[in-house]
């Protein structure tokens, strides 16, 4: 992995006995000690600590950077409160996501977190497409993730002013002695918080967390069945450039006010097809999917409507065991025809077709504090 780039936090990763692996062009863990189960469960009782450094930080600066914004995502950007913060996504003039991101008005800048294998593309799209607007990549901060139902207790140990943030609220806020921008937000469907720390101080920041009775360090593979119980897509796998919002039940993340009748509809790449989506629907949905059994369905496994039929009706796009719900777990596509809850439709895995049930997502209840 020589080649690999390292978080401020790699060092530390190897010392608390982390295996590491390649992603997204880093070095980083996939687990420690406890191992993706234990780690899992972990997080859903207690609080678990990410390094989610990889991913890119943005500031946009400028008088009219909301509403620039607007003509890349199809997102209410510039409505958006002073200290609050919202899911969006780029998209491409087919309709399809090219990176899904986090979008936060922090006063005078908007903040945006983008997906580690997509952020530099991410960086020239913004700089191509946005005039008048400084992009600036941060590059002297590290990412944390606290999630769980016992992060605001440790999080408000080092500074009881977040205790107060409600889910998707932003403040800048002393931690550990460092000036952090954190969010109350999290990509694992439990409560927790997103920390924005000088690399300087990252190591003794996480150190500090990690200090705590109740916090444990979680690697990817945690991270991936947290998510995928959670209902919450993976770019590159439950999304990319050929999937429409719409398709991805991603609707409630574009506001009103950028929908056919709004205020500030359209304007933004794929509209056409976006918004027609929105009025028709669409041709296909992404569902939860529960295989019968104990094996796993993962991601590739095609699916058909029947144990006979030829002609595919979609495709898991993701799946493996889900430690909470104690069983194994997919999402994936399947036309609209066969998207109902509780419809049975088939996998394709070594040359057997085995039933699944389309169910409803998320599969664990999501535990943000509103």
Same mark, same amino acid.
């Given at each position: ?94 309709? $399809? ?16 977190? !983008? ?36 992060? *605001? ?25 460092? *000036? ?11 409560? $927790? ?35 995928? *119980? ?42 056409? !097809? ?6 028709? $629907? ?18 590739? !496994? ?19 065991? $889900? ?20 419809? !049975? ?26």
């Amino acid at each position: 992995m020589s080649d690999q780039k390292h978080t401020p936090l790699y060092d530390l990763h190897v010392e608390l006995g982390a295996k590491m692996v390649p992603f997204a062009g880093y070095a980083m863990p996939v687990q420690y000690g406890l191992g993706v189960l234990k780690e899992h469960l972990h997080c859903r009782a207690k609080a678990g600590l990410f390094d989610v450094s990889h991913m890119g930080q943005v500031k946009l600066v400028g008088d009219d950077a909301a509403t620039a914004m607007e003509t890349l995502v199809p997102v209410d950007v510039a409505g958006l409160a002073e200290g609050r913060q919202r899911y969006g996504f780029f998209t491409n003039d087919a309709g $399809g996501i090219t990176d899904d991101l986090m979008l936060a008005n922090r006063g005078d800048h908007i903040f945006v977190v !983008v997906n580690a294998a997509c952020k530099e593309a991410d960086i020239a799209h913004l700089r191509s497409g946005l005039r008048g607007v400084d992009v600036i990549e941060v590059t002297d901060r590290a990412l944390l993730a606290l999630q769980g139902p016992a992060a *605001e207790a440790v999080l408000a140990g080092l500074n009881p002013a977040v205790a107060d943030m409600a889910f998707m609220d932003v403040a800048t806020v002393t931690l550990n002695g460092a *000036e952090c921008w954190v969010s109350r937000s999290g990509y694992t469907g439990e409560d $927790g918080y997103e920390i924005s720390v000088p690399q300087a101080a990252a190591v003794d920041l996480a150190k500090a967390l990690l200090a705590q009775d109740d916090v444990e360090p979680i690697g990817l593979g945690a991270r991936d069945s947290l998510r995928l *119980e959670g209902g919450l897509c993976l770019y590159g796998h439950d999304i990319d450039g050929t999937t429409t919002p719409i398709e991805a039940g991603l609707t409630w993340a574009i506001q009103k006010v950028r929908r056919s009748g709004g205020d500030r509809a359209g304007g933004f790449p794929g509209a056409d !097809v976006i918004l027609a989506q929105l009025a028709e $629907g669409a041709p296909r949905k992404r569902v939860g999917l529960r295989p019968e059994g104990r094996a796993p369905m993962r991601e590739g !496994v095609v699916l058909f409507a029947d144990a006979d039929a030829t002609d595919p009706i979609g495709k898991v796009t993701s799946g493996g065991f $889900g430690p909470t719900v104690g069983g194994p777990v997919a999402m994936g596509y399947v036309d609209a025809a066969h998207a109902a809850k509780d419809t !049975v439709v088939f996998g394709e895995l070594r040359g057997k077709r085995l039933p699944l049930t389309v169910a409803a997502l998320p599969f664990t209840p999501a535990n943000f504090k509103r």
